[in-house]
Nanobody, 115 residues
Framework: QVHLVESGGAVVQAGGSLRLSCAYRPSVFDMYHMAWYRQASGGQRDLVARVPKGGEPEYGDSVKGRFTISRDYAKGRLFLQMDTLTPEDSAVYYC?????????WGQGTQVTVSS
């Protein structure tokens, strides 16, 4: 059963912008902490940004000032606005929902930034 569905990945030139979206069922995930992770080819899965339930957004050092995470609780959407993209941002981006020992992942969406 698919719980989290990402969309918005694309090929974009360096300096450009993209907005990723993750759709989920509010009745299931309303209380969950949610985040975006990314995994470059051959690399590990790293935290990009996180928005705890009722808390302030947190960002990885490499994306601070360029990426913005936001959440629409009513519509069941998690967003990642990515600006000033660089080739180093190229990766598969994953939506994550976590609460206690419950941990859910989307299937990922590919972002490729060309130089």
């Amino acid at each position: 059963q698919v719980h989290l569905v990402e969309s918005g990945g694309a090929v974009v030139q360096a300096g450009g912008s993209l907005r990723l979206s993750c759709a989920y069922r509010p009745s299931v995930f309303d209380m969950y902490h949610m985040a975006w992770y990314r995994q470059a080819s051959g690399g590990q899965r790293d935290l990009v940004a996180r928005v705890p339930k009722g808390g302030e957004p947190e960002y990885g050092d490499s994306v601070k000032g360029r990426f913005t995470i936001s959440r629409d609780y009513a519509k069941g959407r998690l967003f990642l606005q990515m600006d000033t993209l660089t080739p180093e941002d190229s990766a598969v981006y994953y939506c994550n929902a976590q609460l206690g020992r419950n941990d859910f992942w989307g299937q990922g969406t590919q972002v490729t930034v060309s130089s």
